[in-house]
């Protein structure tokens, strides 16, 4: 008997708040995570490394067949380590730069299907839990429970902007809101897979809400949808 694993998609554009909130989710249930901008972005970091240019769209797709990536998860529901090539990549794959340019790989149609199986891969018992930008239209349409988090593109920048000063990284806000809107532009207006909530998704907006308020908005849909308790926690047995 195959026992269905249950998925909790938690889609949006950045600086909603889908990373802090998927990770406290996964780690509310015992559930696995799947970041999935993080394998877009070591596909960004890869290029840079090998000197592949953006645009080149069938060594991009070689590439992402090829990716030696590892996510080293301490435990469940934490932040996994990743490692490109043997090598701690966690830090370097978080600036704005490769940010960016995880958003240029994930245009082209070949690259998004190369890396489709690997972000299948994680759907493992107990249960997971995946943000991204189509994890509830394209990698996981059967999923459980699909959230859609929407914030204003000042909200979001501003987030992001407090985010980096944390970090010790000096950022202009207006250039934050301006690149923001251009890579919502392109996720949103790429052919393939583009940033938009499924049909049977819950948007909720994030702008006057704290991140455990989403929280508990969203363990409220998974009460609701009597999934939790579905395979037990990780560990449980
Ligand atoms: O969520 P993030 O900011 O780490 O994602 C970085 C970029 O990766 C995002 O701008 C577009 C791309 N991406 C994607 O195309 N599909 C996903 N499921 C996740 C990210």
């Not at 008997?1 to 015992?30: E, W």
């Not at 960016?100 to 690997?118: H, I, W």
């Not at 059967?142 to 988090?149: E, G, M, N």
């Not at 052919?191 to 929280?215: C, F, G, K, W, Y």
Request: net charge neutral; charged share 30%; with cysteine.
């Amino acid at each position: 008997m195959t026992v269905r694993i249950p998925v909790i998609t938690i889609d949006g554009a950045s600086g909603t708040g889908k990373g802090v909130v998927t990770q406290l989710v996964a780690k509310r249930l015992g559930w696995n995570l799947l970041d999935s901008g993080a394998l877009y972005r070591v596909l960004a970091l890869a290029t840079q490394k090998h000197g592949v240019s953006l645009e080149n769209e069938p060594v991009l797709q070689i590439l992402a067949e090829h990716l030696d990536v590892k996510f080293q998860t301490p435990e469940t529901g934490e932040l996994p380590h990743i490692l490109l090539e043997g090598q701690e990549v966690t830090d370097a794959i978080r600036t704005e730069k490769i940010g960016n340019a995880a958003s240029k790989v994930g245009t082209f149609p070949s690259v998004r299907a190369a890396l489709l199986g690997r972000q299948r891969a994680f759907r493992q018992s107990p249960g997971l839990v995946t943000d991204g930008r189509d994890m509830g239209t394209v990698v996981f349409p059967d999923a459980d429970v699909k959230i859609f988090l929407t914030a204003s593109p000042e909200e979001r920048a501003r987030r992001r902007y407090n985010q980096l000063k944390e970090k010790g990284i000096d950022v202009n806000l207006s250039d934050l809101i301006e690149e923001l809107r251009e890579r919502d532009k392109r996720d949103q207006e790429r052919a393939v897979a583009p940033l938009r909530p499924a049909e049977d998704a819950v948007s909720i907006d994030t702008d006057r809400m704290t991140i455990n308020q989403v929280v508990e908005r969203i363990m409220l849909e998974v009460t609701n949808a009597h999934i939790e308790n579905a395979c037990g926690k990780k560990g449980a047995m």
